[in-house]
């Protein structure tokens, strides 16, 4: 069964500290990974799309990292802003073009305090 | 990526009633899908807007319920019939061309049914 499985399901910390949220999956075929941040009562906003071949990349204080063999993506927030304050969204697509399918993680939601 | 427009952005409805929610994108795209996100849940997809011919529904929503046009490449409404307060939800456009990855989600509508 294609599933995507987040940790922690929530996070408080300080202003400027780092932290990082966990993605599992298992899915396949695999085709690509992505990390969306949502803000309250908006559309998830793309961080960061990954493919297989890609270990790390990177968006600003947002770096997401890929292990394809173990199935595994992390997205790590530098020096966090009040504005970090939303939900992560860690999202995989199966399949290819027309057939592919976009399989959902539950989310992290981030509360960084002042 | 594309960019979306989706209205209106939030709405009171009184139940038995039903509200059409737009979403127009600002360019041809492949693949147009319906999502609903229920407070605190990830998101569920209602179905995939086919172009020129009947959405596909996923288990659970059915089309007399969720009625969904899509007369063109760039343009799609889902009509949420007869609502009752489960209705309740953030319902949300997303869009994209197969190839280049580009899921890409719209604000979002933020219907409370009462």
């Known amino acids: 069964k294609n599933q995507v499985e987040q940790s922690p399901q929530s996070l408080i910390i300080l202003e400027g500290k780092n932290c990082t949220l966990q993605?599992?999956?298992?899915?396949?075929?695999?085709?690509?990974l992505r990390w969306y941040k949502q803000d309250t009562g908006r559309g998830p906003v793309s961080l960061t799309i990954?493919?297989?071949?890609?270990n790390t990349k990177s968006n600003g204080r947002y770096t997401a990292t890929l292990d394809a063999d173990t199935k595994q993506s992390s997205l790590h927030i530098t020096a966090s802003q009040l504005s970090d304050s939303a939900s992560y969204i860690c999202?995989?697509?199966?399949?290819?073009?027309?057939?592919?399918?976009?399989?959902f993680g539950s989310g992290t939601r981030l509360s960084i305090r002042p | 990526s594309a960019v979306i427009s989706q209205k209106p952005s939030r709405d009171i409805c009184q139940r038995g009633t039903s509200l059409t929610i737009q979403c127009q994108v600002d360019?041809?795209?492949?693949?147009m899908f319906w999502y609903r996100q229920q407070p605190g849940q990830s998101l569920t997809l209602i179905a995939t807007?086919?172009?020129?011919?009947?959405?596909?529904?996923e288990s659970g929503f059915v089309i007399d319920k969720f009625p969904i046009s899509r007369p063109n490449l760039t343009f799609s409404t889902l009509t949420v019939s007869n609502m009752s307060p489960e209705d309740s939800s953030i319902y949300l456009c997303?869009?994209?061309?197969?190839?280049?990855?580009?899921?890409?989600f719209g604000s979002g509508t933020r219907l409370t049914v009462v």
């Open positions: 999202v995989v697509i199966t399949g290819y073009s027309s057939a592919s399918k976009i399989i």
């Open positions: 807007a086919n172009q020129g011919s009947e959405a596909t529904y």
């Open positions: 990954m493919t297989f071949s890609e």
């Open positions: 993605c599992n999956y298992t899915v396949s075929p695999f085709s690509n």
């Open positions: 997303s869009a994209g061309t197969g190839g280049d990855y580009g899921y890409t």
């Open positions: 360019s041809q795209v492949t693949m």
